[in-house]
């Protein structure tokens, strides 16, 4: 299901420029795809947009969980309030500009899926609920059960909202990104990302891989 555009929006081409971003032994450096990580390292983004629209960010962790990393109203005890939409030039750093994701115990393979959109993606947020509400249940059975139906199916269905549904050009963009580092040093490094741009009513989407060993 799509909503209508935003109030004001004009036909220009979306753009989103993103940036990975990794903190490892306190110096940070851009998270390139196919690179290895520990568990324990630190990470995190950066993203704005030439116009006012709707950004979702995911994670399929090795596990093979799928978390939602934007929008997201809190990470653990910290308030965040990452909302959609977001406002045409802002640079947003999730999941805060002093606030970092990390890594845990589990290997594997990790990956990254972002999508842009000039409308909110409606089909998309209730099918994340879904699979959402599904895992709550699962971790809350006593005994412990094997994964439903339900969520099997929910999965299924956010897998096939993920695949590449827009045509999207991808150019290399570098920029200073003001942060603070896990041991709370401010720091501005240069940072290789993209920006990547579609044509009017084309989703911009893409994904990065990364190694978890």
Not at 179 to 199: D, H, I, Y
């Amino acid at each position: 299901m799509i909503v209508p555009a935003i109030a004001g929006q004009d036909e220009t081409p979306l753009q989103i420029e993103f940036h990975a971003f990794a903190d490892t032994g306190g110096k940070v450096v851009s998270l390139q795809k196919g690179m290895t990580m520990k568990s324990g390292d630190y990470y995190g983004f950066a993203f704005k947009a030439n116009q006012d629209c709707f950004v979702y960010i995911f994670q399929i962790d090795s596990s093979g969980a799928i978390n939602q990393l934007f929008p997201m109203e809190s990470y653990g005890k910290y308030s965040l309030q990452n909302r959609n939409p977001v406002a045409k030039g802002k640079q947003y750093i999730i999941p805060r500009n002093d606030l970092w994701f990390y890594l845990d115990s589990k290997v594997g393979e990790e990956k990254i899926i972002l999508i842009g959109s000039r409308t909110a993606l409606t089909d998309l947020e209730t099918q994340f609920q879904s699979y959402s509400n599904s895992s709550k249940q699962i971790i809350a059975s006593v005994p412990q059960v094997q994964p439903s139906a339900d969520l099997a199916d929910s999965k299924t269905k956010l897998f096939e909202l993920f695949k590449h549904r827009g045509v999207t050009v991808v150019e290399d963009k570098t920029e200073k990104i003001s942060m603070t580092t896990q041991g709370g040093q401010a720091v501005s490094p240069s940072l290789s990302g993209k920006l990547m741009s579609s044509q009017p009513g084309v989703l911009v989407d893409d994904s990065l891989t990364f190694w978890h060993k």
